[in-house]
Structures are given as structure tokens and as C-alpha cells.
């Protein structure tokens, strides 16, 4: 491109050379080009392509629905529906970019973006995919006898041409060498087993999203899913297909969630804090049935559960979001993998109070899988070493000088075991304090029994048992007043006869003395005492006897990581935690048997006493005929 006279003054005053060397007139882009520039945001990767045909398949009115792939999907992809089928003019429309039957039109008659009612609308999935590979189509509508097929290769278009019928209607999708067109693009692919597994992922949150449409997924010749359409309509057959795809370990640990506010509904099931797992992979989420990746809802879901859940700990959920298509933009992604929403506050609050509600109908409930493990490992391991440690402690063989029978009461039941189990409890149970009656043993936690290496409380159910982790029940119980005395009256507070004095590191001071004010809120009132010191004057009175200098210490990291910003109302739960941590019932201390049966009792009125801070369980519970199998007596 020649630089005029005229332009010269002009780019001297902007700084730029007139003579820039390789500088080259605009022009237009070729079709090609174009198309694979189009391909690159929509196909991103085997996966894309099987979103993008598996949405054609549903919005085309399919109820049954095959992938098959080969190679990670690079190698082939083969996609089958029985939806509606395409006639021959529509077949060739179908391959041109930016032609589609899914958007609506306007009562101007203007194509109106702001009220789409189907997964694909752009008209882009089919030339995208057809500009980068070797694409094959057959379809067939239900009344036409004759099915048709029509070849892309790499964005070269052939004729539509008569097919063998199909014997019904549907559509095939062949893809082959995908981005053979591109060579570029293969060298950023994963392994074919990454791939395939993102092909899977994929598949499941689409049969997820669609219980009464029935989905096969075969790799490599080999079965991944194969479920059949549900029958039952709404909660039932939602939970039915979620069995069928994340396992009947989250259905029998899942809550129900439903909940409405201004048209908008969520909808769908998240699990019990101690059903977790260690990425939030396992969040299934969906707008207005189409799957999504959204960084409210996931922040949404992060939220509610930040109360019960370790930093790397997340909940299993298959949540469904619905409003008038009004309310939502699905046209933001390429991939149309995000939304937004035009109130963001309303829907993340909806969500979040949807998710808390759940939980707190929960009560103490806690994870059946908590149960099952232990029980997996008793038979993998309890018959031989249950057997040998008894014959090492001595009891049950007298050929080693043990007795034959066990302890008599107040004698112990060996290292570990308390002595907290006296006679008294023996004859009439563990009574509640006080009291001759019979032991609350129908309750749901039952009754104390004995607690064992003064850690862990033994009770007896009405058809099992249940085994205690005092300090983690004792946790949340703690964590659940102050939650209570917070959003009240405020924290009551105890004044030390002798205030504490912690030495800390000048910095480490510095920010437990920022917030002295936030932290007198919540019943812990410090001062400075000196260069890199404060003192502890008054502590929550809930917390009892508590290690005062590793409390500070704890909360002094703790603050190291909160945004100055911040308030500490904002980080509430953490500290909380941290504060009831430290307040709660040690590993290590002996407990009365009333003090144990009030611990039961509490926990039952608690909600969600059945796990920690942390998301661990607070309690296992074992069912009597389990117990019975591991003894071989079933």
C-alpha cells in the first residue's frame, strides 16, 4: 500500500513511520479462511462437536440418541437420532453458515435473539464442523420414503444426493479426521483418553439434563452409558436418571431442592456436605434445560455450602435453573456454554437459599457412604485382625494368661477403651442424668454405651449402633450457637481472671489488633500489650476452657489471608470456625456418661450436627444386620 503525501503529516504526528516496511492493503478474507477462523471459536475440541450434534438431535425432537466415537474423537464420531429428519432443500441449507430453523422472529419481523426456546440457534455447528473435517450427513423426515445425504470436506460442499431409506426418521452425522483440515489445531489436542473422557462428560450432562430421552455412548467399541428413557415426569425421573448416571450412592445421599422467586425456579438435587468430592467437576448445571459452565451458579453453589465444606472439598449437584427466556442471554459463548442473567443477585440469593434450606431440612442426617466404608473395610480386614488382637491383649485365650471371659464392669475393656461405662449404666442402661428411666434408646442417635480411646462415643440404636467423633460433633455444636447468638442478641462474653498474653511477631499482632473491634463482636476482646503482643481479656463464654495462645495464633494466619477490605462479617463462617475449633470437646477427654447422652441429645436438635466445619462426618452409623453379615450370622 503506497503512503500519500496528503497522509504523511498525519502519521508523523501520530509517532508512526510513513514507510512501514511489509505493510499491506486490507482485503477481504476468503471464504475458506473465514470459515475455519468461524470453526476455531465453535469447535474447540472432539467434545464441542458431540455438544453441538447432540443439541441439533434434541431441539430436532429426538427421545433416543447414539454417539459413538473412535481415537478420543479425532479419529471418527458418529452421531444417530430418531428426531424429525431434514428433506433434501433442508439438508442443503443446513451445511451454509448462519442458516437455521431455531431462531425465532419478531412480531416486527426481526430475528429475535431475546426469546430463544432451543439449545442451537446461531447456524453454525454443521459448516464449522464441515470446514474442518470430512463430514457425512443422511436424514430422513417421517414423511418421505426417500433419505438423503450430502458430504463436506473441509469446507468443500457436495450434492445432496437420494440415500438408502433410513426405515424411520432421524439423522446421521459422520465425522471423520477431525481437523484434518487444520493440522495446526492437532497439535494442542489432549491425549485420545482425555479427550474421550471430555466426549463422556459431556454426554452425561446432556443425558442429565434430558431424563426422558434415552442416550448410548460408545467409545472405542466399548460401552460408557446406556440408559433408557425415563417414564416417570419431574423430581422422580430426574432422580431416577441421576442414579443411572452419577451412581445410587449420590441418589441415596441426595437432597431434594425446589424453590421459586419472581419466575424464576431452581430446581433438582445437591448432596449432604459429607457426600463430597475433591473438585466441583461433579457440579451438573443447567439453564433452562441447556448445560452450562457458569461462574455465578458455580460461585452460587461455593456459597451455600462454604459453611460445611473444607476450601478443597465440593459438593455433588445436578441443579436446574429456569426463566422466562427474557430474563437469561444465552448468546454471550460461542460454545454457548455461559449465560447471564439480567438480575445476577436474584438468581445467585435464589440459589444459595435454595441450597441452605435443603441442608438445614437434613437435620443431623449424614453420609450413607460414611457407613459403607467402614463397613467395607471391617470385611476386608476385621475378621483376621479383630481375632489377633484379642488374642495379643490376652482376653479370650487363657493358654496366654487372659481370661476367658470379658472384664467384668469397672474393670476396663483394655488400652483405649474407657472406664466411663460404670456399673450403674450396665444394669439400667446410660440414664439420662439424674434419672432412673429407661434410656432414650428409640432417639435417633440411641444411647451412650461407652466411649472408646477417649475420642470416640459408643451408642446403641433401636437396630444398630452409632460411633461418635466428639470433637467434630462438639465443633459443629459450638459453631451452631454462636451462629445463633450472632444473628441475636450477640456473643456472650466471659472476662479471664488473668488476661492471656500472647508474644506474636509485630506483623502477626498488627492484624489481630485491626480488628479488635470486629473480633469484640464475636465475644474476643484483645489489646495491645507491648512491641508484638496482645492480651486476651474476654473470650466467647460458650467456648468454656480453650487454649486462648493457639486460638490467637490460628486466627493471626487466618487474617493473613483475608483481603483488607474485607469485614470479618464477610469471612464469619471461617472465623467462626476457627473459634469453635478451639471451644469444642478435645480428642482425649473422658466424658460421663450424662455428659455423652447430652451430646446425642444436642446433636439430634442441631442441624447439620452430622459433620464438622470441615465437612467430615461427625458420626457413623452402622445398622444391626450389617454388623450381623461381618459375624456371618446373615
Not at 503512503?3 to 516496511?21: F, K, N, V, Y
Not at 459431556?202 to 433408557?228: K, T
Not at 492484624?511 to 474476643?524: T, W
Not at 495462645?549 to 472465623?575: H, M, N, P, T
Request: glycine residues 10%; aromatic residues 4%; negative net charge.
Amino acid at each position: 500500500m503506497s503512503i500519500t503525501s496528503e497522509a504523511r503529516p498525519a502519521l508523523d504526528r501520530l509517532g508512526l513511520h510513513p514507510d512501514l516496511a511489509g505493510m499491506t492493503a486490507i482485503r477481504r478474507l476468503s471464504p475458506g479462511t473465514i470459515n475455519r477462523i468461524a470453526a476455531g471459536e465453535v469447535v474447540e475440541r472432539p467434545a464441542s462437536v458431540v455438544k453441538e450434534l447432540v443439541d441439533n438431535a434434541l431441539d430436532a425432537g429426538a427421545r433416543a440418541i447414539s454417539v459413538s466415537v473412535e481415537g478420543g474423537g479425532l479419529n471418527r464420531i458418529l452421531i444417530d437420532d430418531d428426531g424429525s429428519g431434514m428433506d433434501a432443500a433442508g439438508l442443503a441449507l443446513s451445511v451454509e453458515r448462519h442458516a437455521t430453523s431455531k431462531l425465532p422472529v419478531s412480531d416486527n419481523g426481526e430475528d429475535d435473539l431475546l426469546h430463544i426456546a432451543t439449545l442451537g440457534f446461531r447456524g453454525e455447528a454443521l459448516p464449522s464442523i464441515g470446514s474442518v473435517a470430512r463430514l457425512t450427513i443422511t436424514t430422513q423426515t417421517h414423511d418421505d420414503e426417500t433419505a438423503w445425504s450430502l458430504t463436506v470436506d473441509g469446507g468443500q460442499m457436495g450434492e445432496v444426493k437420494p440415500a438408502a431409506g433410513r426405515g424411520r426418521p432421524g439423522t446421521r452425522v459422520d465425522v471423520r479426521d477431525l481437523f484434518h483440515a487444520t493440522p495446526a489445531r492437532l497439535k494442542f489436542m489432549k491425549s485420545e483418553r482425555a479427550e474421550a473422557n471430555a466426549i463422556a462428560d459431556n454426554v452425561r450432562r446432556q443425558a442429565l439434563s434430558r431424563p426422558d430421552v434415552a442416550f448410548e455412548l460408545i467409545i472405542d467399541g466399548r460401552s460408557r452409558l446406556n440408559v433408557a428413557a425415563e417414564m416417570l415426569d419431574g423430581p422422580d425421573g430426574r432422580k431416577a436418571r441421576m442414579a443411572d448416571i452419577l451412581g445410587r450412592d449420590f441418589g441415596d445421599n441426595a437432597l431434594e431442592v425446589d424453590s421459586e422467586r419472581e419466575d424464576i425456579t431452581v430446581s433438582g438435587f445437591a448432596s449432604l456436605p459429607t457426600f463430597n468430592r475433591g473438585s466441583a467437576m461433579h457440579q451438573y448445571l443447567f439453564v433452562n434445560g441447556r448445560p452450562v459452565r457458569d461462574k455465578l451458579l458455580g460461585g452460587a453453589v461455593r456459597g451455600a455450602y462454604q459453611d460445611f465444606l473444607a476450601r478443597d472439598r465440593h459438593p455433588v449437584v445436578a441443579l436446574f435453573v429456569d426463566a422466562p427466556s427474557g430474563l437469561v442471554d444465552v448468546n454471550v459463548h460461542p460454545a454457548k456454554t455461559e449465560v447471564r442473567f439480567r438480575d445476577a443477585g436474584l438468581v445467585r440469593g435464589l440459589i444459595v437459599g435454595a441450597l441452605r434450606h435443603a441442608l438445614a431440612g437434613a437435620g443431623h442426617r449424614a453420609s450413607t457412604t460414611v457407613s459403607g466404608f467402614a463397613l467395607g473395610r471391617a470385611r476386608a480386614e476385621g475378621a483376621a485382625a479383630g481375632t489377633q488382637s484379642a488374642m495379643q491383649a490376652g482376653w479370650g485365650n487363657p493358654a496366654l494368661g487372659g481370661s476367658s471371659r470379658p472384664p467384668e464392669p469397672g474393670q476396663g475393656f483394655g488400652p483405649g477403651l474407657s472406664a466411663r461405662v460404670e456399673p450403674e449404666y450396665r444394669a439400667e442402661g446410660v440414664a439420662d442424668a439424674g434419672s432412673q428411666s429407661a434410656p432414650p434408646i428409640d432417639s435417633p442417635l440411641g444411647v451412650a454405651r461407652a466411649q472408646l480411646h477417649e475420642t470416640y462415643v459408643v451408642a446403641q440404636t433401636a437396630d444398630g449402633m452409632v460411633i461418635v467423633d466428639q470433637h467434630a460433633a462438639h465443633e459443629r455444636l459450638v459453631y451452631e450457637r454462636m451462629k445463633a447468638m450472632m444473628a441475636g442478641q450477640g456473643v456472650a462474653r466471659q472476662t479471664l481472671l488473668v488476661p492471656e498474653i500472647i508474644d506474636l511477631d509485630e506483623a502477626e499482632a498488627r492484624r489481630i489488633l485491626d480488628r479488635a473491634s470486629e473480633l469484640s463482636e464475636m465475644g474476643l476482646v484483645v489489646e495491645a500489650f507491648g512491641t508484638g503482643a496482645v492480651a486476651v481479656r474476654e473470650v466467647p463464654a460458650l467456648l468454656g476452657k480453650l487454649d486462648v495462645q493457639g486460638l490467637i495464633r490460628d486466627l493471626a494466619d487466618d487474617l493473613a489471608e483475608y483481603d483488607d477490605a474485607l469485614s470479618l462479617k464477610e469471612k464469619f463462617e471461617d472465623v467462626v470456625g476457627t473459634m469453635a475449633c478451639h471451644g469444642s470437646v478435645r480428642a482425649g477427654r473422658r466424658l460421663t456418661g450424662e455428659e455423652m447422652n447430652a451430646l446425642l441429645r444436642e446433636m439430634e436438635a442441631t442441624p447439620h450436627s452430622g459433620q464438622c466445619n470441615h465437612g467430615r462426618p461427625t458420626y457413623v452409623e452402622l445398622k444391626l444386620k450389617d454388623i450381623e453379615r461381618l459375624f456371618g450370622r446373615r
